[in-house]
């Protein structure tokens, strides 16, 4: 039973650790100040936008996810990834 019990705890764990909120993404490409992840959240946001694009809070998150990869690239000095 107790097995059983932790095995249902770990995969509800993992399952939502699997879905990280675009905000949580943010963040941890900010922390680990890779270009990689800054484009992950992008994408995601321009595909949350799109799904509703008269949501304002979208339209914020996607604007500051672009926002966020452009300060990125500039602190980076990675111009390739600016001139995109």
Known sequence: ??????????????????????DEKMYHAYLQR????????VDQSK????????DATRKFKSAFAHFSLLSSTMATKDEDLFDK
């Open 1 to 22: 039973m107790k097995t059983s019990f932790f095995f249902v705890l770990l995969a509800v764990c993992l399952t939502s650790a699997a879905q990280q909120t675009l």
């Open 47 to 54: 595909k949350e936008h799109s799904q509703s694009p008269t």
């Open 34 to 41: 890779n270009p990689a992840e800054w484009i992950m959240v």
